[in-house]
């Protein structure tokens, strides 16, 4: 199956400072990566569609200047989340789908958990 | 706008027994694609099984088989002989074939604990 490889998997940081998650396909090409935030016990929650060489997609409610993407080639997109506050405390995930994998195949990465300080 | 519906926020069956997860969404949509997610412990979101809407034969993997109802915007997964390996949170999530990137919709969740 078609590997997603998430990094890092967990971070720590301190308040202010700004975070970076890479999102890796690591066999096959993604035109489109997801990215997700999901607090303890709930669901995934869709933050952003990021496609490759364009600006992503924002949903409702998502600060795009403090959640910052970046789908630079067909198999690395990044998420920055930008000046962190202990409130984007969360566990972020990304998703590819494959390009030659058939309709609906979305695979995932393993996840980071962001604690901020 | 699409919205899938777990109304079983946990569940506990014993090793052996066959256990059903329920889920309902809502649709104008009539090409659409539904699915069901497995996240364990790890968090590492797993794919369990994958319907087609225009297919009426329910989908089957091992142990695992769905009831998809369209007409009633139904899809429930039934797991047979369940394992403890089962123990984890259930996501049924919706996926429209023709709109835009495809984005998945998630439902609530279902948290499935097999005991020994």
């Known amino acids: 199956g078609a590997v997603v490889s998430q990094h890092p998997s967990w971070v720590i940081c301190k308040s202010g400072t700004s975070v970076k998650i890479e999102c890796r396909s690591l066999d096959f090409q993604a035109t489109t990566m997801f990215w997700y935030r999901q607090f303890p016990k709930q669901s995934l929650m869709l933050m952003a569609t990021s496609n490759e060489g364009s600006k992503a997609t924002y949903e409702q409610g998502v600060e795009k200047d403090k959640f910052l993407i970046n789908h630079a080639s067909l198999t690395l997109s990044t998420l920055t989340v930008t000046s962190a506050h202990p409130e984007d405390s969360s566990f972020y995930i990304c998703?590819?789908?494959?390009?030659?994998?058939?309709?609906?195949?979305?695979?995932f990465g393993q996840g980071t958990r962001l604690t901020v300080v | 706008a699409q919205t899938v519906t777990q109304s079983q926020p946990e569940m506990s069956v014993q090793e052996a027994e066959t256990v059903t997860l329920s889920c309902t969404y809502d649709?104008?949509?009539?090409?659409?694609?539904l699915f069901w997610y497995k996240q364990p412990p790890s968090r590492q979101m797993i794919l369990v099984i994958r319907?087609?809407?225009?297919?009426?034969q329910n989908a089957t993997e091992n142990r695992f088989s769905v009831n998809f109802q369209k007409a009633a915007k139904s899809f429930s997964l039934k797991i047979s002989d369940s394992q403890l390996g089962d123990t984890a949170m259930y996501f049924c999530?919706?996926?429209?074939?023709?709109?835009?990137?495809?984005?998945?919709?998630f439902g609530q969740g279902t948290r499935l604990t097999i005991n020994p």
């Open positions: 998703s590819a789908r494959a390009t030659d994998r058939g309709v609906g195949e979305a695979f």
């Open positions: 999530a919706f996926m429209p074939l023709f709109q835009g990137a495809q984005k998945l919709v």
């Open positions: 649709t104008s949509e009539n090409n659409y694609y």
């Open positions: 319907q087609e809407a225009y297919k009426q």
